[in-house]
C-alpha cells in the first residue's frame, strides 16, 4: 500500500479527482443551488441525472457517462436494454441542457461555476469564473482535451484506445499542477498559527499521539456491483481480489458490465471533502495522515499500531466489516429491499430495533448514519468510524466530526466531555431533501 500523504506535493489529492478537491465542496454546493432553483423544481428525473453526471465527472469515473451505463445506472434498465428503442438518457440529456440554459439565463445568475452539457455528449462541462488567468486557462484547456477524448458514434476501438492513453497523460499532468498547488495551499495554511492541539474527541485522541492516522476511502463500484448481481462480497473475498459473486451465474455481457465498472481505482465523491477536512485538522496539529483507495489495502496494513479512519458501511467499504460486528448501531443488509439498515443490537426504552431510511433514491424523508470512536482491540491505535445507510449520510457525519463547535455540542449532548469517556457511537439522524442532507441529529448516543 503506497500511502498518499499530506506533505507528500506528488501524491495529496485521492485519485479521480478532476478538480482541486479543496474546490469540489463549493462546486457541490453550486450544484445544489442549480438543483434547487426554478429551473430544476419541475424535473425530479432530470436533477437526478444532473447530480450523477457532475458527481461521476468530478470522481473522473467517465466509463460512466455513456448511454448503456447511464440507462443502467440512472434509471434502472436492465444491462441488455435496447438503448435505440429506450431513448430516456437523450431525452433526459436534451432536457437538462434546455433547464440548464433556463438556469443560468435568467436575471442575476452570475455565479463562480457555470455547468453545461454539450450537444452529442454526456460528460458535463464545468467553468470556474474566478480563476486566475493561468487556472482558467488550464481548466478549458483540460476540458477541450476530455471533450476531444469523448468517443465519437462509429469510432474504431484502435482510435478510442489512443485516446484513452493520451487522455491518461494529460490527466497526470493536471493532477501534477493540482497537487503543486495544494502543497502551496497546506504552506499557507501552517503559516496561520493554528493550534497545536485541539482538545475535543476524537482528535484529542487520535492527533495527540506520534502515529500515522490513515483514511480508508470507501469504493463505490463495489456498492454497484453487489447491487447489479443481487450477490454479497466478503471482506474474505475483497481482500483476494475476488470483486463480482458468484460470476459464474451471470451472463457473459453481465459480465463484461461489472468488469468495466471496475476499471480504475475511485473514491465516492463524498469521500474526497472528508479527506481534505482531517488532512486540515492534522495540518494544523503536524500530525501526518495518509489516504489509501479501499481497493489498495490489505488484510496486513490493518495489522499495524496506526490509527484508522473509515469512510462508508460495509457494502461500499468492506474493511468496515473488521469494526461493524463491534458496534451497538450496527450495518446489516436487507435483501428485501436490497439496502443496508442500521440494527440497534441492544435497544434502549424508547430506541428503535432498526432504523432504516425512508428516502432512497433522492427522494424525500430520513437517513441514518454512525460517527463511532473505538479501540483496535488487536492493536494499540484508535479507529474512527464515519458511515451512512446512503452516501448523504456519511457525508453529514464526516462534516459533523470536522465541524469543531458541532462535534463538541454533540458529543456534551451524548455525556462526553474533553476527559472522555474515550470511546463512544453516535446514531445520527438527517432528513433528506431531493439527496440532499440537512437538519442532522443526534439521536442515540453509547459510551464505553
Not at 483540460?142 to 493520451?166: D, L, Y
Not at 460517527?371 to 474512527?384: E, H, I, R, T, Y
Request: proline residues 6%.
Amino acid at each position: 500500500m503506497q500511502p498518499i500523504t499530506i506533505n507528500d506535493a506528488h501524491g495529496t489529492e485521492i485519485p479521480e479527482i478532476g478538480a482541486k478537491s479543496w474546490d469540489v465542496a463549493s462546486l457541490e454546493q453550486h450544484l445544489n443551488g442549480v438543483l434547487e432553483g426554478e429551473a430544476f423544481k419541475g424535473s425530479h428525473r432530470s436533477g437526478k441525472f444532473l447530480k450523477y453526471i457532475v458527481s461521476r465527472a468530478i470522481a473522473g469515473d467517465f466509463d460512466s457517462l455513456k448511454e448503456r451505463a447511464l440507462g443502467i445506472e440512472v434509471f434502472g434498465r436492465p444491462p441488455g436494454y435496447d438503448t435505440s428503442a429506450d431513448a430516456i438518457v437523450r431525452v433526459t440529456a436534451s432536457d437538462v441542457r434546455k433547464r440548464l440554459l433556463q438556469h443560468y439565463g435568467r436575471p442575476g445568475a452570475a455565479a463562480e461555476y457555470r455547468i453545461s452539457l454539450p450537444a452529442g455528449s454526456y460528460l458535463p462541462k464545468i467553468t470556474r469564473e474566478s480563476h486566475s488567468h493561468s487556472e482558467q486557462q488550464l481548466l478549458s484547456a483540460v476540458s477541450a482535451r476530455i471533450q476531444e477524448h469523448v468517443p465519437a458514434a462509429g469510432s474504431n476501438a484502435h482510435s478510442t484506445s489512443r485516446r484513452r492513453v493520451e487522455l491518461f497523460r494529460f490527466v497526470l499532468a493536471v493532477l501534477l499542477i493540482s497537487a503543486l498547488n495544494l502543497a502551496a495551499f497546506v504552506v499557507a495554511w501552517n503559516r496561520l498559527g493554528k493550534p497545536e492541539h485541539i482538545a475535543i474527541l476524537p482528535w484529542s485522541s487520535i492527533f495527540g499521539s506520534s502515529r500515522v492516522t490513515q483514511i480508508i476511502t470507501s469504493d463505490p463500484n463495489i456498492a454497484e456491483i453487489q447491487g447489479f448481481t443481487g450477490g454479497q462480497i466478503s471482506l474474505s473475498d475483497y481482500a483476494n481480489h475476488h470483486y463480482i459473486p458468484d460470476p459464474n451465474l451471470l451472463t457473459p455481457e453481465q459480465r463484461r458490465f461489472c468488469q468495466v465498472i471496475l476499471r480504475g481505482d475511485k473514491a465516492s465523491v463524498v469521500d474526497t471533502p472528508i479527506a481534505m477536512a482531517v488532512g486540515q485538522l492534522a495540518q494544523a496539529t503536524s500530525s501526518k495522515i495518509a489516504v489509501h483507495g479501499a481497493r489498495n489495502v490489505q488484510f496486513s496494513d490493518m495489522q499495524t499500531d496506526a490509527n484508522f479512519i473509515l469512510l462508508g458501511s460495509p457494502r461500499s467499504n468492506p474493511w468496515s466489516n473488521l469494526y461493524n460486528d463491534r458496534l451497538d448501531f450496527k450495518f446489516e443488509y436487507d435483501p428485501k429491499t436490497g439496502r443496508e439498515v442500521i440494527r440497534n443490537v441492544h435497544p434502549r426504552p424508547g430506541e428503535l430495533p432498526s432504523y432504516v431510511e425512508t428516502a432512497p433514491g433522492w427522494a424525500t424523508g430520513q437517513s441514518y448514519a454512525i460517527v463511532a470512536f473505538l479501540k483496535n482491540l488487536d492493536q494499540s491505535g484508535q479507529v474512527l468510524f464515519l458511515a451512512g445507510e446512503n452516501a448523504e449520510g456519511t457525508e453529514a457525519a464526516g462534516k459533523l466530526v470536522n465541524d469543531i463547535p458541532r462535534l463538541e455540542t454533540t458529543l456534551k449532548k451524548c455525556g462526553i466531555g474533553p476527559s472522555g469517556p474515550e470511546h463512544f457511537e453516535i446514531l445520527l439522524r438527517l432528513d433528506m431533501l431531493a439527496g440532499s442532507p440537512s437538519n442532522v441529529d443526534a439521536v442515540n448516543c453509547r459510551v464505553f
